[in-house]
C-alpha cells in the first residue's frame, strides 16, 4: 500500500547496489513509474511470481533481496509472515 512517498529518492541507491528491480503488490505501477527510466524494472503479478522472475534475474548478480518500499497488508498479515513466504518461495526456486 502506497504511504505517499517519494519512490525517487530510493534511485541513487538502486543504482549503486541492484541490477533489477521486480516490483509486485497495489502500488506496483506508482513505484514503477517513479524508478523505471532509471533501473531495469519488472512489474510482477504476484509474489510468487515476482520471486522466480527475481531469481532469474539473480543468478548472474549472486543475490535476490527482499526489499519492500511499501507496507503488503494487502497479501501479507504483518512483516514475518510476508518474510517467511519470501524464504520459502526462494528456497524452492533453489537459488541458493
Not at 549503486?16 to 527510466?37: K, R
Request: aromatic letters at 8%; a neutral charge.
Amino acid at each position: 500500500k502506497s504511504k505517499g512517498l517519494d519512490y525517487r529518492e530510493m534511485i541513487p541507491a538502486l543504482k549503486s547496489y541492484a541490477a533489477a528491480v521486480v516490483i509486485v503488490g497495489e502500488n506496483s505501477h506508482e513505484l514503477y513509474s517513479a524508478i523505471s527510466g532509471e533501473i531495469e524494472c519488472h512489474i510482477a503479478e504476484d509474489f510468487k511470481s515476482a520471486i522466480r522472475l527475481g531469481a532469474t534475474l539473480a543468478r548472474d548478480a549472486g543475490a535476490l533481496i527482499l526489499s519492500p518500499a511499501s507496507a503488503s497488508y494487502d497479501s501479507f498479515k504483518n512483516y514475518e509472515e510476508r518474510g517467511n513466504e519470501f524464504k520459502k518461495q526462494v528456497l524452492k526456486t533453489r537459488i541458493l
